[in-house]
């Protein structure tokens, strides 16, 4: 019965083991810098030693990275997952392909973050909404496309499914990036950011009051109006640049 | 943020990282399955109303090779097989987000994070009902009916994930019989006691 064999569990594998949980159920993201050595070993109650036993075993397993001076989480899905899917987006359909997947899953996420939020994750919600409003009353539009990433995470997080959590983390990361589309272009019309405001109301609203059908029904409407509020502003800039040409023609022309 | 990190820590070819937690947490594999419910419905459906005859012909060759896996019984080429059928319904949703998203974590799975699909086509009674299944969705397909498609699909995923279940519950009650079967060497058996 040698396989039965009890092992006594090192401290440093505890520590890494609960950090790496962490990192799994979205405690800690990827991107994020680890608190300095000597407070996060007071955080976890461990001496600076077995931490850094730790952290030096969750580096080989390339969980975390030492850079300028800092540890990160690394990424979850690296390079592997986004070069392909930034090259793919770079043709103009793929802004579309990215909204109908995100409305598919955006839709169950938020249906079942109405389900499952525990009153932590209401909170959470709120507070992010919260965010957006603030930024939206001063028409900072970049401030406001950080608070609305940051309002949809807090609904992933509430969904409390770590899959979705992790690709719409990534995604959303890929989203900042401007991968799918110039999120500037939708933040910089008064009458669009109105409109996204309100839908993240109505998102809000129904998650808080636990009504899975309505959540869905809101997160999707939230996608199909970004869907064709993108498709007019594309409309837009073409008529603008043709009427540009136009007038390049007739200045030409004189 | 981190892409201000750089391509660090995964070179070409190597297995994501997301990949390497999700196995060492097995509880993960239900919110794998109930994230794939949700995307494999919605593509059957797209499917079912975007299938162009190409894709049509690529999932029944897709299908049959399942079949023919089976035939010759060879669990390995039919769960090899029966992936290559699952992307060929990502493909005909033409929506290649989804598609390169997806097949990510299709080549998760083939590295057998989450469980092991030959093991499910060793199993007779298993085998024909995946191949019931596999059936409904092409069906549903090439009938252009795309309910019938998300649900055949749905019911996939959920049989699956019973499946795995099943099979979990399996692996430990082996474990504790041949615990018990052993028991010789954890305590002085008598007969009596037998």
Redesign the interface.
Known sequence: ?TK?RIRPARLAEAIAGHI??L??EGSLR???RLLAERDLAQKLAVSRPSLREALGLLEK???I?S?RGGT?V????????TA??IA??E?P??TY??L??RS??EG?ATYFAALRASHVDRESISERFRAIEEADARSDPDEEAEADAAFHLSVYMACH????L??MGALA?LLR?DVFFHRKKLYTRQGVRRMLLEQHRAVREAVQSGNPEAARAAAEAHVTFTRAALQEIDRADKDLEMSLRRFAVIDEGR | ???Q?G????G???E???A???R??PE?TY??L??RL??AA?ACR?AAERATEDDRGKLTRAYEAVVAALGRNDPRQAAEADVHFHLACYEASH????L??MR?FFLMLCHDVFYDLRQFYEREGVRQLLLRQHKAILDAILASDPQAAARAAERHIVYTREAVQESRLAGQRLAVAM?RV?RD??AQVTDRTG
Do not use: K, W
């Open positions: 019965m039965d790496e949980s990192i799994v990827p991107g994020e397993q390339g969980l990275l850079q990160y690394a990424p979850l899905l690296g390079d592997g997952f392909p899917l793919l987006c043709r359909e793929s392909d990215y109908e997947f598919v899953v169950a499914n770590v899959m979705i992790h690709i990361n990036q | 943020m981190f892409h990190l391509g660090l820590g995964d070409a070819g190597q994501e990282l997301l390497m937690l999700l060492a947490h993960t919110d794998y109930e994230f949700i995307v919605a797209m929506n290649a987000v989804m390169h998203i990510t615990r052993g060497t954890l």
